[in-house]
Antibody, heavy 123, light 111 residues
Framework: QVLVVQSGAEVKEPGASVKISCKAS????????IHWVRQAPGQGLEWVGL????????NYAQRLQGRVTVTRDTSTGTVYMGLSSLRSEDTAVYFC????????????????WGQGTLVAVSS | QSALTQPRSVSGSPGQSVTISCTGS?????????VSWYQHHPGKAPKLMIY???KRPSGVPDRFSGSKSGNTASLTISGLQAEDEGDYYC???????????FGTGTKVTVV
């Protein structure tokens, strides 16, 4: 059973950058498409970005373009999400999730989720 | 890309059925069979309930079903139970490598 584990909470000042990680416990995220989703306090879920298994394809939510970067270390199976020029509205719980696959291919849905990482932006 | 539109809340008594709608456009919900649904309890990770419009992952009760007509997808919970309370979100992909968009979220209350 794959357990997706994320790094711990971060507190950052406005204008700073943050980088959080996501890895599998008891298995590896290798071969998996990984997505990042966030939820700001009192708000709904928001898709942030994705990365393919080899790390050479990424895509990001339009409103975060230029500030968000998703990368992966294929040697360790760890996936990272970086966000720069932090603003108070970036305060949120950030989740990583694996994209499900069935025999016919990707399901375009998120089947295993990490526990979430709180990123708090405050002066 | 704008969030998909869901009702803010729905409620029902134990044993009843409730349906949550998710309205998008021909560019997302209507154009692809990649609609998924998630149950979310505060402080926990979301849980996948339906993928590819109407498919249930292993372990999800068959009380949960999904469908789509035109630009609107729906999640129906039959035989409502107290444990079904929570927030529900739809999500749509618009193709390979393309961005995803979530719905605005619906709070389900069992009264």
């Amino acid at each position: 059973q794959v357990l997706v584990v994320q790094s711990g909470a971060e507190v950052k000042e406005p204008g700073a950058s943050v980088k959080i990680s996501c890895k599998a416990s008891g298995n590896t995220l290798s071969g998996q498409w990984i997505h990042w989703v966030r939820q700001a306090p009192g708000q709904g879920l928001e898709w942030v970005g994705l990365i393919n298994p080899s790390g050479d394809i990424t895509n990001y939510a339009q409103r975060l373009q230029g500030r968000v970067t998703v990368t992966r270390d294929t040697s360790t199976g760890t996936v990272y999400m970086g966000l720069s020029s932090l603003r108070s509205e970036d305060t949120a719980v950030y989740f990583c999730a694996t994209e499900g696959r069935v025999a016919l291919g990707p399901t375009k849905s998120f089947d295993k989720w990490g526990q979430g990482t709180l990123v708090a932006v405050s002066s | 890309q704008s969030a998909l539109t869901q009702p803010r809340s729905v409620s029902g008594s134990p044993g009843q059925s409730v349906t949550i709608s998710c309205t998008g456009s021909s560019s997302d919900v209507g154009g692809y069979d990649f609609v998924s649904w998630y149950q979310h309890h505060p402080g926990k990770a979301p849980k996948l309930m339906i993928y590819a419009v109407s498919k249930r992952p292993s372990g999800v009760p068959d009380r949960f079903s999904g469908s789509k007509s035109g630009n609107t997808a729906s999640l129906t919970i039959s035989g409502l139970q107290a444990e079904d309370e929570g927030d529900y979100y739809c999500c749509s992909s618009v193709g390979t490598y393309a961005p995803y968009v979530f719905g605005t979220g619906t709070k389900v209350t069992v009264v």
